[in-house]
């Protein structure tokens, strides 16, 4: 099975683009962050950034939904990918989302509301 569930704040606008054969594919990073107290007490924290891609009229809304500092919940598959550039192999490892749930508002510092709606989206729900 291979399945990534990821909670965590966007680091920039989506972007997105067209394949020659009009398909949208949106592109963005997550990152999600883990703290800890070490031996002497102190607390440390580390930031993990994870690359986001999605497709179809769900990269359209992602594109048009989400926002740099908006918290958003993805799942989805792993996927490596592979090219060539200048006589060298270059690798990518990025999460391809199937489901996406936008969350809280676009700014950093506010977290969301108990009552604020949840906007969830999967590539099977969308009516259009």
Same mark, same amino acid.
């Given at each position: 099975?291979?399945?990534?569930?990821?909670?965590?704040?966007?680091?920039?606008?989506?972007?997105?683009?067209?394949?020659?054969?009009?398909?949208?594919?949106? #592109?963005? /990073?997550?990152?999600?962050?883990? +703290?800890?107290?070490?031996?002497? $007490?102190?607390?440390? !924290?580390?930031? @993990?950034?994870?690359?986001?891609?999605?497709?179809?009229?769900?990269?359209?809304?992602?594109?048009?939904?989400?926002?740099?500092?908006?918290?958003?919940?993805?799942?989805?598959?792993?996927?490596?990918?592979?090219?060539?550039?200048?006589?060298?192999? #270059?690798? /990518?490892?990025?999460?391809?989302? +199937?489901?996406?749930?936008?969350? $809280?508002?676009?700014? !950093?510092?506010? @977290?969301?509301?108990?009552?604020?709606?949840?906007?969830?989206?999967?590539?099977?729900?969308?009516?259009?």
């Amino acid at each position: 099975m291979n399945k990534a569930i990821i909670l965590g704040r966007l680091g920039r606008d989506p972007e997105i683009k067209y394949t020659p054969g009009g398909q949208p594919v949106c #592109n963005f /990073s997550v990152a999600t962050s883990e +703290s800890w107290k070490d031996k002497s $007490g102190e607390k440390q !924290e580390r930031t @993990e950034w994870h690359r986001i891609v999605v497709w179809g009229k769900l990269a359209e809304l992602c594109h048009q939904y989400l926002l740099k500092g908006r918290q958003a919940l993805i799942e989805g598959r792993i996927q490596t990918r592979s090219w060539e550039k200048d006589g060298k192999t #270059n690798y /990518s490892t990025e999460i391809v989302a +199937s489901t996406v749930q936008f969350l $809280g508002s676009g700014s !950093e510092k506010q @977290e969301p509301a108990h009552d604020e709606p949840v906007q969830t989206f999967t590539e099977d729900d969308i009516p259009f």
